[in-house]
C-alpha cells in the first residue's frame, strides 16, 4: 500500500515540496546563475528586427515567493537580465493606483517600481541591449491599469527610453530601450501583446500530462523557423497544475527542451523567445547561439584558365610592355 502511496505522490508531482537546490545545464533552482552573459546582444547586426532575433525569457519573473506552487524562478531580476535573459513576464495586482506583483493569491514583496528600476539600471550599464516585457493585470479585476502603469514609468523610469510603436524596431532602434509587450486596454506604450506568434499550453494536471506539454513546445519551436518573420514568436516551455508544480514541470520540460537544442545546433534558423521557469546558464546560452546569420554565396569560377582566356591575358601583357 506504501509503494502505490509513493508511486502515486511521484506521478501527480508531490515528491520534492522540501529539496535541495539543483543546477543542471538545463534546470538551475540554486540562489545565483552559473556564470552571466550580460551584453549577448552587442554582435547582433544593427539592421536585423527583432523578430529574427532568439532570446531567452522567463516565465512570472518575479515569482519567486509564495511556496512551490508560486515559485517559478529563485534569481534576483538583475541575476536574470545579467544571465542573458531579455524576455520578462510581468504580473502586476492594481488597487487604488499600486501595482504590486502577484502570482496569484502570492504577493511577492515587491512593486512595478523595482521592476522599472531594474531594467533602468541593466540598460544604463549596457547600453547595446534591450528589454522586452509582458506586462498584464493578475489578481484584480479593474481592466484599467494604464494610467498607473504610466504614472509608474514616469516615477521610476524615463518615458523616452520605452519604444513607442507597435511595429517590430531593427535591433539598432530596440538598442537601450524597454519595449512593453501590452496586454491591457489604452493608448500604445509599445507593442500588443496579442500581435506576437504565442504557444503558452500552461496547464499541465498532473506529471502525466508532462509529454502533451512538450508536444505544444516542439510543435512551436519547429514552426519558428518558417514562420513570419516579421511577426515575434513566443513558445513558453513552463506549465503548472493542482498535481503538477512548477519546479516538478520545469524539471522534466526543460531536460527535453535541452536536448532538442543540442541536436540543432549546426542549424542557422530563428527560434523566437523561449520562455522558461527555473532555467539554468548553459541553456541560456544555448538559445543565444541560435542567432541567425547571414549566408554569404560564393560566386563560381573555373580554376582551370581557358585557351581564350590564356591568349587575353598574353595580350595584355605585350601591350604593357610596349607602352613601358
Known amino acids: 500500500m506504501m509503494k502505490m502511496l509513493m508511486e502515486l505522490m511521484v506521478l501527480v508531482g508531490l515528491i520534492g515540496l522540501s529539496h535541495g537546490a539543483i543546477q543542471r545545464p538545463d534546470y538551475d533552482d540554486t540562489p545565483n546563475p552559473e556564470f552571466l552573459n550580460p551584453s549577448w546582444m552587442t554582435s547582433i547586426p544593427d539592421d536585423q ?40 513576464d510581468i504580473r502586476v495586482r492594481h488597487v487604488k493606483g499600486n501595482l504590486t506583483i502577484h502570482h496569484g493569491v502570492s504577493y511577492q514583496r515587491a512593486h512595478f517600481g523595482h521592476v522599472l528600476e531594474g531594467v533602468v539600471d541593466f540598460l544604463q550599464e549596457y547600453p547595446n541591449e534591450t528589454v522586452l516585457m509582458r506586462l498584464r493585470e493578475e489578481f484584480s479585476e479593474t481592466y484599467d491599469i494604464y494610467g498607473s502603469v504610466v504614472d509608474f514609468i514616469h516615477r521610476y523610469a524615463h518615458w523616452d527610453m520605452l519604444w513607442h510603436s507597435r511595429l517590430v524596431p531593427t535591433m539598432a532602434e530596440a538598442r537601450g530601450k524597454l519595449i512593453i509587450l501590452q496586454e491591457f486596454s489604452g493608448p500604445d506604450l509599445g507593442m500588443r501583446y496579442g500581435s506576437l506568434d504565442i504557444a503558452d499550453h500552461w496547464k499541465v494536471p498532473t506529471l502525466l500530462h508532462v509529454d502533451e506539454k512538450w508536444q505544444s513546445v516542439y510543435e512551436h519551436l519547429e514552426a519558428a523557423p518558417t514562420g513570419n518573420m516579421a511577426q515575434i514568436f513566443l513558445t513558453y516551455s513552463s506549465g503548472a497544475g493542482l498535481f503538477a508544480y512548477p519546479r516538478a514541470v520545469a524539471q522534466r520540460v526543460n531536460a527535453q527542451l535541452y536536448n532538442y537544442l543540442r541536436s540543432k545546433t549546426d542549424l542557422n534558423q530563428r527560434l523566437g523567445i523561449v520562455c522558461m521557469d527555473f532555467p539554468a546558464a548553459p541553456i541560456i546560452q544555448m538559445i543565444i547561439d541560435f542567432q541567425l546569420k547571414k549566408v554569404i554565396k560564393s560566386q563560381s569560377f573555373n580554376p582551370v584558365p581557358t585557351r581564350a582566356s590564356l591568349k587575353n591575358a598574353i595580350s595584355s601583357l605585350r601591350k604593357k610592355m610596349i607602352t613601358q
Open 49 to 88: 528586427l527583432l523578430s529574427e532575433v532568439t532570446m531567452p525569457g522567463t516565465h512570472n519573473t518575479m515569482a519567486l515567493y509564495g511556496g512551490v506552487y508560486a515559485e517559478c524562478q529563485t534569481w534576483s531580476l538583475a541575476s536574470q537580465l545579467r544571465a542573458g535573459i531579455r524576455f520578462l
